[in-house]
């Protein structure tokens, strides 16, 4: 009787023993994946610090890439991949280190500098006056006045705002998600 049992166990163990360990391999590796990949994501995210792009600045048109937005000046509605702020002294900063892509005009965006920093992050600033105070290929500290709000964006204002777009790998990011726009 016992002999037999034994040799039950032993069978048993012969036949399903590879696939018990295969199956404990594969819930260890799931495990490893789940556990590390979050954890990565939030590093990486909370070891930057943005700042704001204006000082005292009010939101007047927040971020949406769902609902749409009445847009006053083109009798439109549309999503808006950005948030308009308007302050007092119109002032812009970079809102994280980094180095100046691109400097640009257009019609409708008015004049638009565009940064990139690490992490795969690129901030632009649009519908800035034409006294924009970095060229293409300089370096920016976080906080450091890049120019000055201004009505350029013509598409979008009649008085002095910023549109302002985060990217993340080339995809337009809700900036509320990255800065504390409560605390200004
Ligand atoms: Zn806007």
Not at 109 to 130: A, K, P, W
């Amino acid at each position: 009787m016992e002999i037999s049992k034994q040799n039950k166990i032993k069978n048993f163990f012969k036949r399903y023993g590879v696939m018990i360990v295969a199956g404990v391999f594969v819930v260890a590796i799931a495990l490893t994946i789940g556990l590390t990949l979050p954890a990565a994501q939030e590093v990486s995210t909370t070891e930057l610090s943005f700042t704001l792009p204006m000082n005292n600045a009010e939101i007047t048109k927040d971020f949406s890439d769902q609902d749409l937005l009445y847009n006053e000046v083109m009798n439109r509605w549309e999503t808006h991949l950005g948030i308009d702020f308007a302050s007092e002294d119109n002032a812009v900063y970079s809102v994280l280190d980094g180095t100046v892509l691109s400097v640009t005009n257009n019609s409708l965006e008015g004049y638009v500098v565009e940064i990139e920093h690490t992490d795969g992050f690129v901030s632009v600033y649009s519908s800035l006056s034409e006294n924009v105070l970095v060229e293409e290929g300089d370096t920016v500290e976080k906080g450091q006045q890049i120019g000055e709000a201004s009505s350029t964006a013509t598409a979008e204002f009649t008085d002095a705002q910023l549109h302002f777009c985060l990217l993340k790998d080339g995809v337009e990011v809700d900036p509320n998600l990255y800065i504390d726009l409560q605390n200004k």
